[in-house]
């Protein structure tokens, strides 16, 4: 005979309330589970977001990151004259040379001796720097001056730390730095950077040396060969990555430390949810004795009373997964800031909902269903007809 599948329905029906709480537990870990793919997923586009596929960016070799990187101008004259630089339409070279140094700001509503402080970074750039970068614009005031203590900062930034604000002026490298414009990275990691020009941020802070070379391919396809000039040269002692890998290998430190602390107690807290689903569902075995006896007499088999009772607890699973996924969908709403564990700074990111992760939260859901439910549905599908009549 077919699965009584109504039958199982129709019973969870009847046990709302033992329901919705096995339901609820489930949808609290597939929340925990969704939110920290979320989490690695939108750290990860933030900054795989910074790069542009046709730039490469120079560091000294095994620097790590550009805060730790120092690059002479002679070296940086040589990489410029390679023939993969793209030229502008006035036949300038498309490479932008960067300084970036890190500063601690205090954050808003923070004072006194509890006052909370994060490193942020300060990026010395030229005109170049945004052509390189179309997706940093100015969205208020202007772009800061050439030669002069200016400078313009991400908005996100201007909202997160005090004195941040356009028009107000931040101290460090013994000056003052006025702001003068605010710019828009479009969720990149930029968004929590300060820009200000180049040559009067490395006097400032008394380095005569770049942190960076950022430059455009002429094409694509010559990375490979640019690569190769790069770090074969032994003048330069440099490496060269496209922009996407370079921002993406500066998340890996911290998207796997957020990856095993999350899946973590994910993992803790379904051992939980499991329990309460294997207790559920014995719980409605041991309820339903006569009925079970009933359907064997019928002649429903065993195996149909296994998929029957299975089947329940995966519908358990699937509703509290759904309601897990709903529930964790509305963090996208919410930004975090973290520190970046290679640069040091303060990187600000968003929650990120996948159809991968749709998926992945749904087959865990379903996997914490089928353990928590085999054993109870085995145990009704081996009940004796006689003895479960007897029940009655």
């Given at each position: 005979?077919q699965?009584p ?15 919705a ?6 949808a ?6 969704a ?31 550009e805060?730790?990187s ?15 630089v ?40 030229d005109?170049?720097?945004f052509t ?14 050439a ?10 930034v201007?909202?997160r730390f ?11 490298g ?33 380095r005569?040396?770049?942190?960076s ?12 060969t640019?690569?190769e000039?790069?770090e ?11 922009e ?17 602390l ?5 993992v ?5 949810a499991i ?9 409605a075995v ?7 006896g ?14 029957a009772?299975?089947l ?17 969908s509305t ?17 600000a ?25 085999v ?8 009940m004796?007809?006689?003895?479960a009549l007897?029940?009655?």
């Amino acid at each position: 005979m077919q699965v009584p599948i109504a039958y199982s329905f129709r019973n969870l029906r009847t046990r709302l309330m033992t329901t919705a709480l096995t339901a609820g537990g489930m949808a609290l870990v597939v929340f925990v589970f969704a939110a920290v793919l979320m989490l690695d997923e939108g750290l990860k586009k933030t900054l795989v977001d910074t790069g542009e596929a046709d730039n490469v960016v120079v560091t000294r070799r095994s620097s790590g990151s550009e805060v730790q990187s120092s690059i002479e101008r002679v070296p940086a004259a040589i990489v410029e004259s390679l023939p993969q630089v793209a030229m502008g339409a006035g036949g300038e070279r498309l490479i932008s040379k960067e300084s970036v140094v890190l500063i601690t700001l205090n954050k808003r509503g923070s004072k006194g001796e509890v006052a909370l402080a994060s490193n942020v970074i300060i990026r010395g750039v030229d005109a170049m720097g945004f052509t390189l970068r179309p997706q940093v614009k100015i969205v208020a005031g202007r772009m800061f001056r050439a030669g002069q203590a200016e400078i313009v900062v991400a908005r996100g930034v201007a909202e997160r730390f005090e004195n941040a604000a356009l028009g107000d002026s931040l101290r460090f490298g013994s000056r003052e730095w006025k702001i003068v414009g605010l710019f828009d990275a479009g969720q990149s990691g930029f968004d929590s950077e300060i820009w200000g020009d180049a040559d009067q941020l490395m006097q400032a802070f008394r380095r005569p040396v770049y942190s960076s070379l950022i430059f455009r391919l002429i094409d694509p396809a010559a990375f490979e060969t640019a690569r190769e000039a790069v770090e074969s040269d032994p003048r330069l002692m440099l490496e060269a990555k496209r922009e996407r890998n370079f921002y993406a290998d500066q998340s890996e430190t911290l998207s796997t430390f957020i990856r095993i602390l999350g899946l973590s107690l994910s993992v803790i807290f379904s051992v939980g949810a499991i329990i309460g689903a294997m207790i559920t569902m014995y719980a409605a075995v041991a309820n339903r004795t006569a009925e079970i006896g009933t359907l064997r007499a019928i002649g429903f088999r065993r195996r149909s009373i296994l998929v029957a009772f299975l089947l329940e607890s995966l519908f358990l699973s699937l509703l509290g997964g759904v309601v897990g996924i709903l529930a964790a969908s509305t963090m996208q709403f919410l930004t975090l800031s973290t520190t970046n564990f290679q640069s040091f700074a303060e990187l600000a990111f968003t929650f990120q909902l996948t159809p991968l992760i749709v998926v992945k939260s749904l087959v865990f859901a379903l996997v914490m269903g089928f353990i928590g439910g085999v054993l109870p549905a085995a145990r009704a599908a081996r009940m004796n007809i006689v003895d479960a009549l007897r029940a009655a």
